[in-house]
């Protein structure tokens, strides 16, 4: 007994009636010979919407109350804009951002409080002028009672947050207070990066 089969496609080839071109395309469904045209790229989906940072110099910069961090580059960007000389990082759509910073802070102070006492520095993000409340951080040495000598310490202040921002929004990172006593404060090599996650 003949397979059905082969007699369709003997019958198919020899006809020359129009079966053959099926048979073909037949083919190629079931064993998938063929790949399709690529369809368009498609909107963005989740993942990383914009990203943009600003860096600042290793050498000392003064801690003063009210100043804004100095940064001096940037690196990549993505719907984000970068204003060096106010130091400034600009959003260019309304999402949910993760904002990060960090910076090493010195203090050289000469010990005149009581024990238990601080000398502090703390800084916090502003967007449009405005400080965010979640954002302080702040790094301080404690006095030590009766030691006439010059206390110097290195530490760093760093923190990340997520909040809303809006189109065109500012961000900047600000000495917020200090409390430095008689002496100084020094900070290098500041960070600020924002990423859109939303």
């Known amino acids: 007994m003949t397979d059905d089969r082969s007699k369709l496609t003997s019958n198919s080839w020899e006809s020359g009636n129009g079966t053959t071109n099926n048979l073909a395309n037949l083919f190629e469904m079931n064993n998938q010979a063929f790949s399709g045209p690529i369809g368009p790229v498609g909107i963005n989906g989740s993942g990383v919407l914009a990203y943009g940072s600003v860096y600042g110099s290793n050498a000392n910069g003064p801690v003063s109350a009210g100043s804004l961090v100095d940064f001096t580059s940037s690196g990549p960007l993505l719907n984000t804009t970068v204003n060096l000389s106010a130091n400034t990082v600009s959003v260019a759509a309304t999402g949910i951002y993760i904002i990060q910073y960090n910076l090493n802070v010195a203090l050289a102070v000469t010990s ?87």
Do not use: H
Not at 145 to 150: C, D, L, Q
Not at 154 to 163: A, E, F, L, P, Y
């Open 112 to 198: 005149t409080l009581l024990a238990g006492s601080s000398r502090v520095v703390d800084v916090a993000l502003n967007v449009n002028g405005t400080e965010d409340p979640t954002s302080f951080s702040s790094y301080s040495i404690t006095n030590f009672s009766g030691v006439a000598a010059t206390l110097a310490q290195v530490g760093s202040i760093g923190k990340g947050i997520i909040r809303s921002l809006n189109s065109n929004d500012v961000v900047t990172l600000r000495f917020r207070s200090t409390s430095t006593g008689p002496g100084a404060g020094t900070y290098t090599s500041p960070s600020l990066i924002i990423t859109r996650i939303e």
